[in-house]
């Protein structure tokens, strides 16, 4: 055994002098091939390109083996100058083995962390030469190159990126074969990803970014940077880069930032141009957010989150509670297909809501009779009731933070879930004369949330007061209209100063339903809705009534040939000839 030691030593010496010397060999070639471009250059070269294939595969396993690029640096210190002049030459980076195997060494000597300064300035230069590799134009083996060839430089260039592109994405698909002590093969997908943040906005480099993106992640290590995800969320935000579905859902996922982007994005684009329901819902689905959101539920929190947000802070803004709504149902219709795959509870979703109304108010009114809808109804709005009282009975104590987050909380999925409230308004004139008690008390309670005790009162008896009015003028034919009836609707639905005054869309939406659904011929109800809205100067929200409730009736049983629909096509005609004059 001690005879054998020195024999072994004695041929890692040969081994080492042997690389050292073959290396200043083909160093020695790499710079002549770089100062001349003759015929005869090129000739050398291909002469030489299986032989130097052969060496770059054993400096590729000889650099592996190596415990740091410290010790690989020591070892060869002509390593970096060799690699860097043959990454320059054209000749040789044109074959697909030779573009690899130089990469492989160069993603080989990178080092995560690095110990030394050594070690940082090598991976600085790695980084270096892997991006302008694809990009740089001004090389003047490459300029030879392609005026040998006969090669415009913007296809040389783009076919140079296009092969490292796919060599970069072959690495990508590699999983993780951390073993012990050994070199993490997922590091070399966090350098993958820097290679890439110059290159996120040319189209050729989106499906490497795709897999990045995409791919799932087995080990810490293999993180993206936020330099990389920061690039692509900026070049995605000033539609400098084009994402797959999947892609920019995978960018959701992993940046957060971006994720909000591109939520306040679409509520500006919904508060600012105005839309009808029907647009909404187009601008909602074609987001991608709810399909993002059914498929992680992180990504749904953060969403909710800022929709909550915004819903507190507007809370009389019509487009606002129209979004909050659509998305919620978009989200549902996503989510649908997903349950039977997913193990993940709608609690998981909403986890602040309160448990009891969950089911209740995500259940869609056409999942259930319609018969069963009035039951439904009153249970949701003495459950609200509760919730309320116990928050008006706690003020004053500890728990009177806790009742008004709930409280909250209630009001925000109803909104949510409002599809509810537009059954409510709808059942109040199509179910006689019933008790209509905790319908109304669902209407205040949905556009008046904040009002308590003695003011919830009066506005359920002003709310209560209004149906009346309503109600009345639409039982009779008379004509003309009875102007005192018809000033006291224009009166409670026009805007008040006074705090105790019924929100105007509260009113209107009452209007509108008795409009399409009561037995008065049409052309008593159009005279009604439009007289009394063109003095309030509601005509806006009338038309928006009609739209979201033209949207519910199309998504149930309801055709276009419908009774009710042909009202509700001739109302909104009235509403915008009136409009328009």
Known sequence: MSEEQPLSQLQQTEELLLNVQEMQFWLDKAVAWGQADSLDTQKDTCLHMSRLRDFLQQLLTHINSMSSTTETMKRLPLLGQFLGRLCWNPYVTASDTSRGLLLGCLWGLYSEPPSNAVERKANQWIQKVLCQLATEEDDAAAQALMKHMGIPAEEYHLKVLRKKVALLQENVGQSCSSLNNQRCSCVNIVDIAEACVPLVTCPEASSLIGVLLQRPVTCVREALSEDFLDSLASAYSSQGL?????????????SFSSLEESVLSLLQSVIT??????????????????????????????????????????????????????????????LAPLKPQTSISLKAFFPQSPSSLLVPLLTMPSEMPQGAWRNHLNWLSSSLQRLTEEEEQGDGDSRSSRGHHNVFEAWFLLGQCAHWVQVAVQLLVTSGPEDIGPLLWLLTFYHHPTNRWHHRASLLARAKEAWKDIYALFSVAAHPLPSDRVQSLVTLVSPQPEQQSLAPLLTVSLLVNVAVFCQLPLSGSTEILQTVVDQSGLLDEAACVLSSLELRLNEGSCLSSDPVHLRIKALQNTITQTHSE
């Open 242 to 254: 084009a994402l797959e579905e999947q892609a920019l859902i995978s960018l959701w996922y992993h």
């Open 273 to 334: 141009t105005g839309s009808t329901p029907q647009k909404i819902e187009q601008q909602v689905a074609q987001s991608l957010l709810p399909k993002a959101c059914a498929q992680h539920c992180s990504i749904f929190l953060v969403v909710n989150d800022i929709l909550r947000s915004i819903f507190k802070q507007a809370e009389g803004n019509e487009s606002v509670k129209t979004l909050v709504q659509t998305f919620t149902k978009c989200f549902l219709r996503e």
